[in-house]
């Protein structure tokens, strides 16, 4: 697992928000994550999504 990109997350709560840095620090990342207006399940695409995606929706060739 990757570590979290703290200044963009500090960015993105205390100049975007608008939070204070007590209230920031107190937030959990789920609480930060909705405020934020992240929906569970907008993680990225991972290869398994990406194949199941494929299927449900194959590429149309035209017919010669």
């Known amino acids: 697992m990757t570590g979290f ?3 963009a997350l500090m960015r993105a709560g205390m100049r975007g928000l608008g939070l204070e840095p007590s209230v920031f620090w107190n ?3 789920a609480e930060l994550a909705l405020m934020l207006g992240r ?3 907008d993680g ?3 290869r ?3 194949e199941a995606l494929s299927r449900a929706f ?3 060739t ?3």
């Open 39 to 41: 929906e569970p399940g």
């Open 48 to 50: 398994d999504r990406l």
């Open 58 to 60: 194959p590429d149309q």
């Open 5 to 7: 990109d703290w200044p």
């Open 44 to 46: 990225p695409l991972n």
């Open 27 to 29: 937030l959990t990342p």
């Open 62 to 64: 035209e017919a010669k």
